[in-house]
């Protein structure tokens, strides 16, 4: 029986990944995905008749460059196109715009409050800083404190040289940063409402925090960290959905001789003498494999798919405390005409990016409070875009494709599993507040998909809906994710590796886990790294 050189479990975007790298190394790598398509969370399916749907991932920005480069992936068809604009909607029937222009912002915050606009160039800055501090080491394994291997040594290193090179302001601002709430961390800029809750929304999503919540200002620093061709913080649609990315990954792989088994679900690693030795599929097929890299979710991975007598009580235990909540779902709309919002210009850019309609930090806790409390919003927050205003490949001519991200959605309701009338509910929500903003919404739907925690889970296997696999908050970043000791993507099963969102540095379509496991991997065999590019610095 063949036993391939690396069996990755999992083919969401981080898994495949891991895979083009360790094929282009020059190994026999064999990909094994549950689903009948490859890309977990990051995948464009037809649902409804001449619609493309974004399923759980809906923009681009994160997606390292890097790895963009290395794995030749514009060859293979990956075209990010960036937003033109954006908005929020308030209650009293105006809007603040997000322009692409940096001039054209300022004049708008000015619109609503000259302080603003004129502290708008201090955040930025500041904000600014903060990326350049961290984005180097989103390509480098984290350090282990505790060890005095050289490698880790020089890891510490070199976050202390980084370190000090601060001034001893912006050393006590960095450490403030990094715990401090996103509410917090505005109210130190901006007077107006509306102005503070545009910024708050990127350190709320996908996290089960509120804006009032410490370490929600460091989520805000991790969405901030992309960029599209070249404009850091920068946001954009992948042409033809999400599931583009992907697509572009497996053709990638496949090109480099890597092979893709989908509909083959992994029931547990066969592990042997304590060594992964393959996998064993849900119809009771064993594959070997010389390693094993499993792209699901520590928790997952580590309380499901391998037994409990091959792994230590202390890193069970660890595991098991792990935070992975789920705190959002996803409403997918296929419409028949673009929609209207009376509040806007016809024709303005600000329809070719992202819209919310809370318009006050206060609304976002209130809606983060039904979450506590085991309900989904009743006044969600809604990340609302219209991918077809750019790329209309989505949808028949003239039709839209419209994609709408929300927190907060519990992963119980009330203590118990949801229920298709809860889902319904949790619809109703959505659509009743977007048509607060576009009468006439309603009238345009052609066909609606609603994913709760519960379809998320069940289909991409995210343990409670989680999109990062695990919290994005200080006590679960760098050296201690996902648990202190094993930070840097192996595990104590000798020849299993994990390399999803998980892991350093964490969540979102970024491939760098994927990537900087490939790397200790290949140290592992004593492999070559050449063909794998190092972090660029933040300009």
């Known amino acids: 029986m063949k036993a391939w050189d690396a069996i990755v479990i999992g083919g969401g975007h981080n898994g495949l990944v891991n895979a083009c790298y360790l094929q282009r190394a020059g190994l026999d790598v064999l990909v094994v995905e549950k689903n009948d398509w490859v890309g977990g969370a990051a995948t464009s399916r037809e649902l409804t008749p001449g619609f493309l749907y974004s399923n759980c991932s809906y923009v681009c920005s994160l997606f390292r460059p890097e790895i963009m480069r290395d794995l030749e992936l514009p060859r293979f068809g990956l075209q990010v196109i960036s937003y033109e604009g954006g908005a929020v909607f308030t209650r009293d029937g105006d809007y603040l715009a997000n322009y692409r222009d940096h001039d054209a912002h300022r004049r708008e915050f000015a619109r609503f409050s000259r302080r603003d606009a004129e502290a708008y160039d201090r955040y930025a800055r500041d904000v600014t800083r903060q990326c350049r501090f961290i984005q180097p080491l989103l390509m480098r394994t984290a350090p282990d404190p505790t060890s005095l291997r050289p490698r880790d040594l020089g890891e510490l290193l070199y976050l202390g040289k980084k370190f000090a090179g601060l001034s001893a302001e912006e050393m006590a601002l960095t450490l403030r940063f990094w715990t401090m709430s996103i509410s917090d961390f505005l109210d130190e800029y901006f007077e107006t409402d509306v102005i503070k809750a545009n910024f708050a929304l990127s350190g709320i999503i996908g996290t089960a925090l509120g804006p009032m919540s410490p370490g929600t200002a460091y989520v805000l620093l991790h969405h901030y960290m992309g960029e599209v061709d070249g404009s850091v913080g920068?946001?954009?649609?992948?042409?033809?959905?999400?599931?583009?990315?992907?697509?572009?990954?497996?053709?990638?792989?496949?090109?480099?001789?890597?092979?893709?088994?989908?509909?083959?679900?992994?029931?547990?690693?066969l592990v042997r003498r304590g060594k992964a030795k393959g996998v064993i599929l849900a119809d009771g097929e064993e594959i070997h494999g010389k390693l094993v890299v499993s792209n699901a979710d520590v928790k997952r991975t580590f309380l499901k798919l391998v037994e409990e007598k091959e792994l230590p009580d202390i890193f069970l235990r660890r595991v098991r405390n792990f935070k992975i909540r789920g705190s959002s779902g996803k409403v997918n709309i296929a419409l028949d005409s673009l929609p209207e919002f009376p509040a806007l210009p016809k024709d303005s850019p600000v329809y070719r990016g992202d819209m919310h309609f809370t318009d006050s930090m206060e609304r976002m806790e209130r809606a983060y409070d039904d979450w506590k409390a085991g309900r989904w919003s009743a006044d969600p927050f809604l990340d609302m875009v219209i991918p077809t205003t750019l790329d209309p490949t989505m949808a028949p001519p003239g039709k839209h494709f419209m994609s709408c991200f929300v927190q907060y959605a519990p992963p119980k309701v009330n203590g118990r599993d949801w229920t298709d009338a809860d889902r319904d509910g949790f619809a109703e929500s959505v659509?009743?507040?977007?048509?607060?903003?576009?009468?006439?919404?309603?009238?345009?739907?052609?066909?609606?998909?609603?994913?709760?925690?519960?379809?998320?889970?069940?289909?991409?296997?995210?343990?409670?809906?989680?999109?990062?696999?695990?919290?994005?908050?200080?006590?679960?970043?760098?050296?201690?994710?996902?648990?202190?000791?094993?930070?840097?993507?192996?595990?104590?099963v000798g020849g299993l590796y994990i390399c999803g969102s998980s892991t350093h540095p964490g969540g979102g379509v970024m491939g760098a886990p994927g990537r900087n496991a490939a790397a200790e991997i290949l140290r592992d065999l004593a492999k070559p790294i050449h063909h794998m590019s190092p972090a660029h610095d933040v300009i």
Request: aromatic content about 10%; glycine content about 12%.
């Open 431 to 492: 659509i009743s507040q977007i048509t607060e903003y576009s009468p006439g919404l309603r009238d345009r739907i052609v066909h609606m998909e609603v994913r709760t925690p519960r379809e998320i889970e069940a289909e991409v296997g995210l343990t409670e809906g989680n999109i990062f696999q695990g919290e994005l908050t200080f006590d679960q970043l760098l050296f201690n994710r996902p648990v202190p000791g094993y930070a840097q993507y192996r595990s104590p």
């Open 234 to 269: 920068a946001w954009g649609y992948a042409r033809g959905g999400m599931g583009a990315v992907t697509k572009a990954l497996a053709a990638s792989f496949q090109a480099s001789g890597g092979t893709i088994r989908t509909g083959a679900e992994v029931d547990h690693v």
